[in-house]
T-cell receptor
């Protein structure tokens, strides 16, 4: 079946440090890939997405590139801020799967803490 | 825009009680779904609906019922609450169609079963 594997957290960084959160996937087909972010006490918000191989999604200084050869979609940011502290979820959806391609399969989430 | 609204935000139940978690969206989205979020397990799909009158099971449907009588509302019913159902529940909606459309999430219902 389809699955998403993320690095364990929490990840603790100092402000302005470089961030990488690893995400790899297994899917029968060519999925769309997403990063969602969850701030404390809130629901998930879409951070960025990529729909085909070599696409790069970007938003708010975060980037991730869809790597088909390594089945990966790692999240990066060059300089994190305290306000980036949140839980980050990697997810995939697969056209043609049950639910018309609308279903999301999530990783377990990675908590990021950014300190001054 | 209200987006996806979930009520209540917090609830404590006793084992064996029943309750309904409400979810409403005002974006005319065809697809709606319920997830539960547990530590170390990410979000797991409970039930989903591709339109009014159509529902289907997700990954962890046991102990939960849903119905979809209108496009706007998608309530989740716990028939006989068990401690294993202590979790944070999220409702989400999206336009139906290609999977690359983003899902919009509510702020969650934090449910404790004693």
């Amino acid at each position: 079946g389809n699955s998403v594997t993320q690095m364990e957290g929490p990840v603790t960084l100092s402000e302005e440090a470089f961030l990488t959160i690893n995400c790899t996937y297994t899917a029968t087909g060519y999925p769309s890939l997403f990063w969602y972010v969850q701030y404390p006490g809130e629901g998930l918000q879409l951070l960025l997405k990529a729909t085909k191989a070599d696409d790069k999604g970007s938003n708010k200084g975060f980037e991730a590139t869809y790597r088909k050869e390594t089945t990966s979609f790692h999240l990066e940011k060059g300089s994190v801020q305290v306000s980036d502290s949140a839980v980050y979820f990697c997810a995939l959806s697969l056209l043609g799967a049950a639910g018309g391609g609308n279903k999301l399969t999530f990783g377990t989430g990675t908590q990021l803490k950014v300190e001054l | 825009n209200a987006g996806v609204t979930q009520t209540p935000k917090f609830q404590v139940l006793k084992t064996g009680q029943s309750m309904t978690l409400q979810c409403a969206q005002d974006m005319n989205h065809e697809y709606m779904s319920w997830y539960r979020q547990d530590p170390g397990m990410g979000l797991r799909l409970i039930h989903y609906s591709v339109g009014a009158g159509i529902t289907d099971q997700g990954e962890v449907p046991n102990g939960y019922n849903v119905s979809r009588s209108t496009t706007e509302d998608f309530p989740l019913r716990l028939l006989s609450a068990a401690p294993s159902q202590t979790s944070v529940y999220f409702c989400a909606s999206k336009l139906s169609g290609p999977g690359n459309q983003p899902q919009h999430f509510g702020d969650g219902t934090r449910l404790s079963i004693l």
